[in-house]
């Protein structure tokens, strides 16, 4: 096995088409342990730690444009009140030495369902940039990740940022687990309230093949704070919305049994959560909290 | 095999490495450093927690050549001219260990943690601390070790 160590992005760019079977490595959350278990012996990786570019955010176009190399820690220190989904699940990853060195283009490039940045970058409406030699591309993150731990990635490439727009109202993340730290979530869920533009976003994690949306439960509840004139008013949500609208985050999910949890948990359990989350971003907006 | 200089504890070391060595075993094996133990390989236990460039990081998930010209610290590197650090001190006063296992661990977890907070709830120690387990003790003494200590290390004076 081999270490590429690029100390620029156009030289991380040049060693990926150079070798385009070679595998990035990032915080190395996933990938050390894979090689630990020997599930994968790759010929070459390429170390993007060294690489400045990649540990850098910036305000572009109004947005955060979060460099794919920036860990979690960082995320949380700095980002929390203009990512604050984004940031609440970064809390929610592994332990303190993990979010030291874990990135969210990490979690990206995995492209587990489970990856627990995925669901509020889907609430939000990330957009991923993409980069080769050639050129760069951004994609939706919704049409990033294809089936479990498979993405768009074409094998020159390489992520670049991840561009999110700025947070207009309150965002929340839930995520369960067997243990509250270093565990992969059973399920997980995101939440992002977006006032101005009247809208409503989730994110679905850990039950199905990729990070979903559930449109439905997004559209029921565009209604009924529109009919009810809540966005204005900031009144109370009724718990019959509530419910529908975990029911419907419910059904919006796709989730398999496997070791980590049943089917039916998994639904039920994202129920529940869609219902938690709302009901905490409501407080937040109605400022209750 | 990749040539690597990098700081441990001060000392600076100039080594040879296979580039699929885990710095853990680098630092166990040819720098006879076996104070930070392995226990899970998965990143799951923290029993190999060290500090790389002043934060915690968990050296069984980290490659030797990543830690090409970074400053580690390991539990060897804590006590001063024979002295314990606070740390060492409070985990032996506060029974903060049982077997042991899990104490470099824990209190280079412990170091990072001090560093980066003020005043701490027992809340913000067992959060702080949410990557490392210990099989033996419950915690509860850990915690306590972990305020002793940063009670001493924040007034100095007092000690």
């Known amino acids: ?289 | 095999m990749r040539r690597i200089s990098l700081t441990v504890n001060g000392v600076k070391h100039d080594a040879m490495v296979e580039p699929r060595q885990l710095l853990v075993y680098f630092l166990r094996e040819q720098l006879a450093l076996t104070g930070t133990n392995v226990g899970c390989d998965t990143s799951t236990c923290g029993a190999c927690t060290i500090l790389v460039n002043g934060k915690s990081a968990k050296s069984c998930t980290l490659l030797a050549v990543q830690a090409d010209g970074a400053e580690v610290t390991t539990i060897e590197g804590l006590a001063s001219n024979g002295e314990m650090h606070p740390l060492q001190k409070a985990f032996h006063e506060s029974h903060g260990l049982q077997c042991g296992y899990c104490t470099p661990g824990m209190i280079m977890a412990s170091v990072d943690l001090i560093a980066n907070n003020d005043a701490m709830s027992d809340e913000d120690i067992r959060m702080g601390l949410e990557g490392n387990l210990c099989r033996c003790t419950g915690y509860q003494n850990i915690v306590k070790s972990v305020q002793q200590a940063a009670g001493e290390m924040r007034s100095p004076a007092s000690t």
């Open chain 1, 1 to 289: 096995m081999e270490v590429l160590q690029p100390t620029s992005w156009g030289e991380a760019l040049a060693a990926k088409e150079e070798h385009p079977g070679a595998v990035p490595l990032a915080g190395g959350t996933d990938l050390l342990v894979e090689l630990n278990f020997d599930r994968r012996r790759p010929e070459t990786i390429i170390d993007l730690t060294r690489v400045a570019e990649l540990n850098e955010w910036s305000h572009v176009n109004g947005g955060v444009r979060l460099g794919a190399g920036v860990d979690y820690t960082r995320v949380i220190a700095e980002l929390a009140s203009e990512l604050p989904g984004l940031a609440i699940a970064s809390r929610t990853v592994g332990s303190p030495q993990i979010r030291n060195r874990g990135t969210v283009g990490g979690n990206l490039g995995t492209s587990s369902p489970a990856g627990d940045a995925l669901p509020p970058l889907v609430a939000s409406g990330a957009r991923i940039e993409l980069a080769a030699t050639s050129g760069t591309r951004v994609v939706p993150v919704e049409e990033f990740c294809i089936a479990p731990k498979r993405n768009v990635l074409a094998p020159d490439e390489l992520i670049a940022a991840i561009h999110m727009p700025v947070a207009t109202g309150p965002q929340q993340f839930s995520k369960i687990g067997t243990r509250n730290a270093m565990v992969i979530a059973v399920a997980s869920f995101a939440l992002t309230l977006d006032p101005p533009a009247r809208s409503v976003g989730t994110g679905i994690g850990s039950a199905g093949p990729v990070p979903l949306r559930a449109t439905e439960a997004e559209r029921f509840l565009e209604g009924v704070l529109d009919e009810e004139g809540l966005w204005d008013s900031r009144g109370q949500l009724s718990e019959g919305a509530v419910a529908r609208f975990g029911q419907l985050a419910s059904e919006a999910s796709r989730p398999i049994d496997d070791v980590r949890g049943s089917a039916a948990y998994r639904r039920h359990s994202l129920g529940v959560m869609a219902g938690r989350t709302l009901a905490w971003a409501w407080d937040e907006y109605r400022g209750t909290l």
